[in-house]
């Protein structure tokens, strides 16, 4: 005998397709058009005045999420935006005719109550009901209660389910939402104006990375989807705009992993006059602001914990800032490392225990040593500044060192969180820039952006913000589908 539980949704459906076969029978349609509320829930709970009972009245709307049946009255739960609020209906306050419509309700059904507010025995804020409208019959049952939705490729299939049944998932989501939110007051309050730029591209430009390509029939062209938002946003530096910013949907035909996803959303940020020291500033006041003013740790302090490592990440502490090549030099043990030569540096890369593709060049096999040796190290807020100038064209080579960049990446939690140059604004270096870049990848030269920069850009500092990655840390999500409503998945059935 298997010890499988039988799957029961297919008669559910059919029973509930019989109710609603009746329903219409008997001239209701369970469908409406609207329903005139006065509160969410959280709303209701909070407008409870303690000693007046059945006084403050109330309509909400919910799906039904609980079912207790005491005969003459039930207690029953829905769920809305803000959570979940009781409902206690009674066959001698809502009528006989209602009360016995009322029990032929299914889980997963959404309603419209009206009634007053009232304190229970055991001490919940309740609404008892005077009339209830149905406003959407289920005709699928929701997942089973304990269990929820234990495929994973579900879950990511069906939010919508995940986010009634998965209390966690519903809150991760919802902190997102008030991420973004504080995220883009933040940047207003100092000043800074949000730019809308093109998603449809003629050069994929601002990245090094693959881009998804498309075609527009009317002008008879290929487009890209954007891989970046940066040298539009330099543009309108350009243009006299100072404080610019930016968060959008960033689109890039590459691989998926923990932290990537081929469609993701950035946030990316450009101040003249500043630097990338601006940019230290910039972010670590948005952090610490989101940490005490979103996540709002219990303990008042601005201390989360990292979920991968177990370690409380203290973002009102001392946030570290080191050069790329002393973090190198430290993690191989050799404090000659940039004199070597591509085979020593090939056979040092071997003896840390990293494969390393003899193509590459030289500071490719550098970077593979700091990706996967010490990036995933840095827990605590860390500034890793100075990396080589092959990793991005874009940036102002450091003054006392030619073969680095003043940039810094931002690293928290073993990943890197944000990014920020001091931004390259002289043309003719730009172009010499773009022209020498090496390595598998490689950005495409925007010439129209060029053209910009010998108009005059003011000194800038710019800065990407990962907004997954951000939310991932955040929330202590494992993986990068987690904090996204509706990540990419192969087609299913």
Known sequence: MSDTPPDISHDQHAVRRQKLADLRAGGFDPFRAN????????DALKAYVPGQENVVAVAVAGRLVTIRDMGKSQFVKILD?????????????????????????????IIGVE????????????????RYTLVAKALRPLPEKWHGLSDPEQVYRQRYLDVIVNPESRARLLLRSRVVSHIRRFLEERQFLEIETPVLESTAGGAAARPFKTHHNAL??????????????????VGGFDRVFE???????????????????????????????????????????????????????????????????????????????????????????????????????????LG?????????????????????????????????????????????????????????????????????????????????????????????????????????????VGIDRLCILLTGAESIRDVILFPQLRPGS
């Open 35 to 42: 329903f005139a509320t006065t509160h969410f829930s959280g």
């Open 81 to 109: 935006q803000q959570g979940q609020i009781q409902i206690y209906v009674k066959k001698d306050v809502i009528g006989e005719a209602a009360y016995v419509a009322f029990k032929k309700l299914d889980l997963g059904d």
């Open 115 to 130: 009634g007053t507010l009232f304190l229970t025995k055991t001490g919940e804020v309740t609404i008892r009901a005077d």
């Open 220 to 237: 008879g062209v290929d487009f890209y989807l954007r891989i970046a938002t940066e040298l539009r946003l330099k543009r309108m530096l």
């Open 247 to 353: 968060i959008g949907r960033i689109f890039r035909n590459e691989g998926v992993s923990r932290k990537h996803n081929p469609e993701f959303t950035m946030m990316e940020v450009y101040q003249a006059y500043s630097d990338y020291r601006g940019m230290m500033n910039l972010i670590r006041d948005l952090l610490t602001s989101l940490v005490r003013e979103v996540v709002r740790p219990a303990d008042g302090s601005l201390k989360i914990k990292h979920a991968a490592s177990g370690q409380e990440i203290d973002f009102g502490g001392t946030w570290r800032e080191v050069r790329y090549k002393d973090l190198v030099r430290e993690v191989t043990g050799d404090p000659d490392w940039f004199a070597r030569s591509k085979a020593e540096k090939i056979a040092g890369a071997e003896k840390l225990g």
């Open 356 to 464: 390393v593709n003899p193509a590459w060049e030289e500071f490719e096999i550098t970077n593979e040593i700091f990706s996967k040796k010490i990036e995933p190290t840095l827990i605590q807020p860390t500034f890793v500044t100075h990396l080589p100038k092959e990793l991005c064209p874009l940036a102002k080579i450091t003054a006392d060192d030619p073969t680095t960049i003043d940039v810094f990446e931002l690293t928290i939690g073993g990943m890197e969180v944000a990014p920020a140059y001091s931004e390259q604004n002289d043309p003719d270096v730009q172009r010499m820039m773009f022209e020498q870049q090496a390595g598998e990848e490689k950005q495409n030269i925007d010439h129209d952006f060029l053209l910009a920069l010998e108009h005059g850009m003011p000194p800038a500092g710019g800065m990407g």
